[in-house]
């Protein structure tokens, strides 16, 4: 699904959902929210990445929703190794969560390139 | 919580080695194809002389779940006693017309995906049950994907141990090397489970790791 404005061309939405948002959320709110979104045709870009747990419960909530209409989402986040942050090595926290986090559908994330601090999504034409 | 689950874990490992009947159950992980079943089957015909499951080149071959119970490992003069579980390929989107470039009809394909999509579901659902992983991937494909990056995570906080095998290094585009660089905090074993390379590292690999 894709949204037009008001010349009638066609875009693609990109919700940026902050970390106090996502913070204030319980882990069933958040993968609701995430499959909503893709369903509903946005890209959705998390502003503190998911805990290992979510991850799994959220792939698994997809699964649930395959369908010949839903082929499921495309997830990018960053390395582990970047995710130390200089906050971490303070605290003496080993594992955080990924920093940021792209996730769409399939056909519209065609590719998401990782780069040292930057993540780039090519988003197809719609 | 992690804490004490684990040191229970801990415990009944080690009660069950005393009493030397409790097998260790490994789970084989990772993406669709890349040779999971394959590396069960090398396992087990190595230790066990049978085979467990189906290999094929399409993805999504394995959807359910299979548990090859007290398949004996000997490494120098020690052993270990494991339970393989062969687990469906993880997957994050699964799209029936990906199948019908295999050949595969319409309807085939649609059953294909729709068992691809539960086998994941009991695969995620079995990493509560298990002692420890073997988390395969294809040592020619980026291995810096978010189903890999999920299993290590959970793996992690759940601090079961896991072995990273790097998997079709018999191909020449492999690049064992980037999967060593992508998870420097792992473990990596370099093998071929099709051709049988380097099965012996990976055996002193998993008695270290999961005894
Ligand atoms: N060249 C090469 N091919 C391999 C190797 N291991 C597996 N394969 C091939 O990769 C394909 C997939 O192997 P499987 O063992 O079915 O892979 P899987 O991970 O169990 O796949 P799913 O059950 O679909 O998740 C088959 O064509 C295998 O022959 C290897 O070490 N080298
Ligand atoms: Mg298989």
Same mark, same amino acid.
């Given at each position: 699904?894709?949204?037009?404005?008001?010349?009638?061309?066609?875009?693609?939405?990109?919700?940026?959902?902050? =970390?106090?948002?996502?913070?204030?959320?319980? +882990?069933?709110?958040?993968?609701?929210?995430?499959?909503? /979104?893709?369903?509903? /045709?946005?890209?959705?870009?998390? =502003?503190? /990445?998911?805990?290992? =747990?979510?991850?799994?419960?959220?792939?698994?909530?997809?699964?649930?929703?395959?369908?010949?209409? $839903?082929? /499921?989402?495309?997830?990018?986040?960053?390395?582990?190794?970047? @995710?130390?942050?200089?906050?971490?090595?303070? $605290?003496?926290?080993?594992? +955080?969560?990924? @920093?940021?986090?792209?996730?769409? +559908?399939?056909?519209?994330?065609?590719?998401?390139?990782?780069? @040292?601090?930057?993540?780039?999504?090519?988003?197809?034409?719609? | 919580?992690?804490?004490?689950?684990?040191?229970?874990?801990?415990?009944?490992?080690?009660?069950?080695?005393?009493?030397?009947?409790?097998? &260790?159950?490994?789970?084989? %992980?990772?993406?669709?194809?890349?040779?999971?079943? !394959?590396?069960?089957?090398?396992?087990?015909?190595?230790? #066990?002389?049978?085979?467990?499951?189906?290999?094929?080149?399409?993805?999504?071959? !394995?959807?359910?779940?299979?548990?090859?119970?007290?398949?004996?490992?000997?490494?120098?003069?020690?052993?270990?006693?494991?339970?393989?579980?062969?687990?469906?390929?993880? #997957?994050?989107?699964?799209?029936?017309?990906?199948?019908?470039?295999?050949?595969?009809?319409?309807?085939?394909?649609?059953?294909?995906?729709?068992?691809?999509?539960?086998?994941?579901?009991?695969?995620?659902?079995?990493?509560?049950?298990?002692?420890? *992983?073997?988390?395969?991937?294809?040592?020619?494909?980026?291995? %810096? !994907?978010? *189903?890999?990056?999920?299993?290590?995570?959970?793996?992690? #906080?759940?601090?079961?141990?896991?072995?990273?095998?790097?998997?079709?290094?018999?191909?020449?585009?492999?690049?064992? &090397?980037?999967?060593?660089? #992508?998870?420097?905090?792992? !473990?990596?074993?370099?093998?071929?489970?099709?051709?049988?390379?380097?099965?012996?590292?990976? %055996?002193?690999?998993? %008695?270290?790791?999961?005894?």
């Amino acid at each position: 699904m894709a949204y037009t404005n008001i010349s009638g061309e066609k875009m693609v939405r990109v919700d940026m959902i902050s =970390e106090d948002l996502l913070a204030s959320m319980t +882990s069933a709110e958040k993968i609701r929210m995430i499959l909503d /979104g893709v369903i509903e /045709g946005k890209i959705l870009v998390l =502003e503190r /990445g998911l805990m290992p =747990e979510e991850e799994a419960k959220l792939i698994e909530a997809t699964m649930v929703e395959i369908s010949p209409e $839903f082929v /499921g989402i495309e997830i990018e986040s960053y390395p582990a190794k970047e @995710r130390r942050s200089l906050m971490d090595r303070l $605290f003496g926290r080993t594992k +955080s969560q990924a @920093r940021l986090t792209v996730i769409g +559908s399939p056909n519209q994330l065609k590719t998401i390139k990782k780069d @040292r601090g930057l993540i780039t999504a090519l988003i197809s034409e719609v | 919580m992690g804490m004490w689950s684990s040191l229970r874990g801990r415990f009944s490992l080690w009660v069950g080695k005393i009493f030397g009947r409790r097998s &260790v159950k490994i789970g084989i %992980y990772g993406p669709p194809n890349v040779g999971k079943t !394959t590396l069960a089957n090398r396992i087990i015909r190595d230790w #066990a002389g049978e085979d467990v499951g189906v290999v094929s080149d399409i993805p999504h071959e !394995t959807r359910r779940v299979k548990r090859r119970k007290d398949v004996k490992i000997n490494v120098d003069r020690s052993s270990i006693k494991l339970d393989i579980v062969d687990t469906p390929g993880l #997957a994050t989107k699964i799209d029936f017309r990906d199948f019908l470039s295999y050949g595969l009809e319409e309807e085939e394909a649609k059953k294909r995906a729709k068992e691809a999509a539960e086998g994941v579901i009991e695969s995620i659902r079995w990493l509560d049950d298990l002692d420890g *992983v073997l988390l395969v991937m294809d040592a020619t494909e980026d291995p %810096y !994907t978010q *189903v890999n990056i999920t299993v290590i995570g959970n793996m992690e #906080a759940r601090r079961l141990p896991m072995l990273i095998v790097s998997n079709k290094i018999d191909l020449p585009t492999a690049s064992p &090397v980037k999967i060593i660089e #992508a998870f420097p905090q792992h !473990t990596v074993v370099p093998i071929s489970a099709l051709k049988g390379n380097n099965m012996d590292t990976l %055996y002193d690999g998993i %008695y270290e790791h999961f005894r």
